[in-house]
């Protein structure tokens, strides 16, 4: 077989698979997770690249939920907010909670009605993906903490796991707490486990996170934490910075300015 | 021989007929939670696991504790427990059946259960627990059943059945070592994160299950004349007891080390379970009933004035296995989500359906017990 014969049939093959994911893609029952693979560097090389998020909890504006209006809105995450069955990927959280193991005597009356934006770490060394029995749940290539919905057997493992409360599980169909359906993203069925996915759907195509966008006080850095001439990089070379609970060993990719 | 268990009294058909009942109702409640989803039950996203990772919890330890029987038996020829070794291992097989049941029933999408063999994955604790549970109960199923084939015949068992009884023995420990070892690796949940919760399960273990199968004893003297005699009950009772004492001194050991260091992650969910946590104590009436009860039974077995009374020694088994599901289940399991990571105490309470799903699945296990005792019974009578 010719050499340009070879290099048809790929590319009709490749053509074919986008079709077929198209097709999928309009009907909502069935759509599937649509990854551009042209975006790709060829060969991803593992370690070259590890996005991370910095946010300056002093440009997050009091009382503001943009970023989880936006990430909720755009991954289809059903509003069950209040009940035991709720999910959520990125939210609010008093500061003494999400970082329970800081000192905390005597603190500052501003750190007291502090609030900061809480979501998946997407550790380095994720005790989830290490924990997850089919690979459901693993690190990529560039550092994402990912999840593969149509694996998971819904063994919540990952929850009990991770020590940062990130994950939900979907303890009932998620459609009925979902408002204004988005195209972006296919919705979950009951079952399955899921958390902040670093919007890998909007980097393929060369999009910041839909909470780095939204957020109004431009409070979140996001970058790749392997390049040292990155924003994120030099902002955490300049600043004092913090992670979750980082007595735990889990090397957490996300980082505060408090 | 399994035919033998198709026959059998007046009584035995009624307990059969009633725990088909209940097994009918565990399977409706099921599919409802099939239907709906897992938020039928009381669980959520901060108690994420509840009364079925329990009962799988506590019933590993039930099925470990068969061990109790064969080492002393097979290692060490103690004669005595001739008629308790076929006990305790189905006894195992029906333990091991109702934890995988219970694994199942907790599933988000237990279609896909197949899944942890198709992509097998060895850095996860469960990938192994799968193996060494499934091993288990076909090591304890194939060794029994043919023993007592062989006994059926008046033959001496083939030589194979030796090589897999001793192999069944460290995988008794591997059991439930394996499954300590499912929570005792995971960060930020510290009432798990200790060294000695693999200990403290065998202990604990092996004080209920050794406890379980007196009474079982009792039932098969009472129920069909099978008695498998003074000297192995008095020796399971001695055994018990002590593995009583030892799981109450790894407890003290995590008391010790909690409220001694000081360190608040260390002491919180032992301090929110036996004295309450900002101002939440719903956990504390039972934990110190568990403590108290279990303790009390302790006793009883160790002093030879009292375990030699059987209505004493039948309430204080009893009680050790109560006190140890309350201990395992409800202790440990569900409070060692509390605090949760974000330092909050929430409620839960199991729904009627998870409570069906329950006991349908005890039912599944007891039927199942059933129809093997009833075998040996009708082979060892003759």
């Given at each position: 077989?010719?050499?340009?014969?070879?290099?048809?049939?790929?590319?009709?093959?490749?053509?074919?698979?986008?079709?077929?994911?198209?097709?999928?893609?309009?009907?909502?029952?069935?759509?599937?997770?649509k990854?551009?693979?042209?975006?790709?560097?060829?060969?991803?090389?593992?370690?070259?690249?590890?996005?991370?998020?910095?946010?300056?909890?002093?440009?997050?504006?009091?009382?503001?939920?943009?970023?989880?209006a936006?990430?909720?809105?755009?991954?289809?995450?059903?509003?069950?907010?209040?009940?035991?069955n709720?999910?959520?990927?990125?939210?609010?959280?008093?500061?003494?909670?999400?970082?329970p193991?800081?000192g905390?005597?005597?603190?500052?009356?501003?750190?007291?009605?502090?609030?900061?934006?809480t979501l998946?770490?997407?550790c380095?060394?994720?005790?989830?993906?290490?924990?997850?029995?089919?690979?459901?749940?693993f690190?990529?290539?560039?550092?994402?903490?990912?999840?593969?919905?149509?694996?998971?057997?819904?063994?919540?493992?990952?929850?009990?796991?991770?020590?940062?409360?990130?994950?939900?599980?979907?303890w009932?169909?998620?459609?009925?707490?979902?408002?204004?359906?988005?195209?972006?993203?296919?919705?979950?069925?009951?079952?399955?486990?899921?958390?902040?996915?670093?919007?890998?759907?909007?980097?393929?195509?060369?999009?910041?996170?839909?909470?780095?966008?939204?957020?109004?006080?431009k409070?979140?850095?996001?970058g790749?934490?392997?390049?040292?001439a990155?924003?994120?990089?030099?902002?955490?070379?300049?600043?004092?910075?913090m992670?979750?609970?980082?007595?735990?060993?889990?090397?957490?990719?996300?980082?505060?300015?408090? | 021989?399994?035919?033998?268990?198709?026959?059998?009294?007046?009584?035995?058909?009624?307990?059969?007929?009633?725990l088909?009942?209940?097994?009918?109702?565990?399977?409706?409640?099921?599919g409802?939670?099939?239907?709906?989803?897992?938020?039928?039950?009381?669980?959520?996203?901060d108690?994420?696991?509840?009364?079925?990772?329990?009962?799988?919890?506590?019933?590993?330890?039930?099925?470990?504790?068969?061990?109790?029987?064969?080492?002393?038996?097979?290692?060490?020829?103690?004669?005595?427990?001739?008629?308790?070794?076929?006990?305790?291992?189905?006894?195992?097989?029906?333990?091991?059946l109702?934890?995988?049941?219970?694994?199942?029933?907790?599933?988000?999408?237990?279609?896909?259960?197949?899944?942890?063999?198709?992509?097998?994955?060895?850095?996860?604790?469960?990938?192994?627990?799968?193996?060494?549970?499934?091993?288990?109960?076909?090591?304890?199923?194939v060794?029994g059943?043919?023993?007592?084939?062989?006994?059926?015949?008046?033959?001496?068992?083939?030589?194979?059945?030796?090589?897999?009884?001793?192999?069944?023995?460290?995988?008794?420990?591997?059991?439930?070592?394996?499954?300590?070892?499912?929570?005792?690796?995971?960060?930020?949940?510290?009432?798990?994160l200790?060294?000695?919760?693999?200990?403290?399960?065998?202990?604990?273990?092996?004080?209920?299950?050794?406890?379980?199968?007196?009474?079982?004893?009792?039932?098969?003297?009472?129920?069909?004349?099978?008695?498998?005699?003074?000297?192995?009950?008095?020796?399971?009772?001695?055994?018990a007891a002590?593995?009583?004492?030892?799981?109450?001194f790894?407890?003290g050991?995590?008391?010790?080390?909690?409220?001694?260091?000081?360190?608040?992650?260390?002491?919180?969910?032992?301090?929110?379970?036996?004295?309450?946590?900002h101002?939440h104590?719903?956990?504390?009436p039972?934990?110190?009933?568990?403590?108290?009860?279990?303790?009390?039974?302790?006793?009883?077995?160790?002093?030879?004035?009292?375990?030699?009374?059987?209505?004493?020694?039948?309430?204080?088994?009893?009680?050790?296995?109560?006190?140890?599901?309350?201990?395992?289940?409800?202790?440990?399991?569900?409070?060692?989500?509390?605090?949760?990571?974000?330092?909050?105490?929430?409620?839960?309470?199991?729904?009627?359906?998870?409570?069906?799903?329950?006991?349908?699945?005890?039912?599944?296990g007891?039927?199942?017990?059933?129809?093997?005792?009833?075998?040996?019974?009708?082979?060892?009578?003759?």
């Amino acid at each position: 077989m010719n050499q340009q014969r070879r290099e048809f049939l790929r590319k009709a093959g490749f053509a074919a698979l986008a079709g077929l994911g198209a097709a999928a893609g309009l009907n909502p029952l069935h759509a599937l997770e649509k990854t551009d693979t042209s975006v790709f560097p060829r060969k991803p090389v593992e370690g070259k690249v590890r996005w991370g998020m910095l946010i300056d909890t002093r440009n997050c504006p009091e009382g503001c939920t943009k970023c989880s209006a936006a990430c909720h809105f755009e991954h289809n995450v059903p509003d069950f907010s209040g009940t035991k069955n709720e999910v959520k990927w990125i939210w609010k959280s008093p500061y003494e909670k999400a970082f329970p193991t800081s000192g905390m005597q005597f603190k500052s009356d501003e750190l007291e009605k502090l609030e900061v934006p809480t979501l998946c770490n997407h550790c380095a060394e994720p005790p989830c993906a290490k924990a997850c029995p089919t690979e459901a749940t693993f690190k990529r290539w560039d550092g994402i903490v990912s999840m593969d919905y149509h694996r998971c057997i819904g063994c919540r493992f990952c929850m009990a796991a991770c020590p940062y409360g990130s994950r939900s599980f979907n303890w009932q169909d998620p459609r009925p707490g979902i408002e204004i359906f988005s195209a972006s993203y296919p919705t979950r069925e009951r079952g399955v486990v899921e958390k902040c996915n670093f919007c890998s759907e909007r980097l393929v195509k060369g999009m910041l996170p839909a909470c780095v966008e939204a957020c109004p006080g431009k409070a979140i850095t996001f970058g790749n934490l392997n390049d040292p001439a990155s924003d994120i990089r030099a902002l955490l070379a300049r600043e004092e910075t913090m992670q979750r609970k980082p007595e735990l060993g889990t090397l957490p990719s996300v980082f505060y300015i408090i | 021989m399994l035919e033998k268990a198709l026959k059998g009294n007046r009584a035995y058909w009624i307990w059969m007929v009633l725990l088909v009942m209940v097994i009918v109702s565990g399977l409706s409640a099921w599919g409802r939670q099939l239907e709906f989803g897992l938020g039928v039950t009381g669980m959520g996203r901060d108690i994420s696991w509840g009364l079925y990772i329990a009962q799988f919890t506590f019933l590993v330890g039930v099925a470990a504790s068969a061990v109790m029987v064969v080492l002393p038996y097979y290692l060490h020829n103690q004669k005595a427990f001739g008629k308790t070794v076929i006990v305790g291992e189905f006894l195992a097989v029906s333990a091991a059946l109702m934890c995988m049941l219970f694994i199942l029933a907790d599933m988000g999408k237990p279609q896909r259960v197949l899944n942890v063999l198709l992509h097998p994955s060895p850095h996860s604790m469960v990938f192994w627990d799968v193996i060494v549970l499934n091993g288990y109960l076909l090591l304890n199923l194939v060794t029994g059943w043919a023993v007592l084939g062989a006994e059926r015949k008046g033959v001496l068992p083939p030589a194979w059945t030796k090589a897999l009884i001793y192999l069944s023995i460290p995988w008794a420990f591997s059991i439930h070592t394996v499954t300590a070892f499912l929570y005792a690796g995971m960060p930020g949940r510290h009432l798990w994160l200790t060294a000695v919760l693999a200990p403290r399960f065998l202990a604990s273990a092996f004080a209920a299950g050794t406890a379980l199968l007196i009474l079982i004893s009792f039932i098969l003297k009472k129920s069909a004349g099978y008695d498998i005699g003074f000297e192995a009950r008095k020796k399971l009772t001695v055994l018990a007891a002590y593995a009583g004492v030892a799981n109450f001194f790894l407890l003290g050991a995590e008391f010790f080390t909690a409220f001694y260091s000081n360190v608040p992650a260390h002491e919180h969910s032992l301090q929110h379970l036996y004295f309450g946590l900002h101002g939440h104590a719903a956990f504390v009436p039972w934990m110190w009933t568990s403590l108290v009860v279990g303790i009390g039974s302790v006793i009883v077995l160790l002093v030879p004035l009292f375990r030699s009374r059987p209505r004493l020694l039948v309430a204080a088994c009893i009680g050790l296995i109560a006190s140890i599901w309350v201990d395992k289940g409800i202790g440990l399991v569900i409070g060692g989500f509390l605090p949760t990571p974000f330092e909050e105490i929430v409620g839960y309470v199991p729904t009627i359906t998870e409570l069906q799903v329950t006991f349908g699945i005890w039912a599944i296990g007891l039927l199942v017990l059933t129809a093997l005792l009833k075998v040996v019974v009708d082979v060892k009578n003759g």
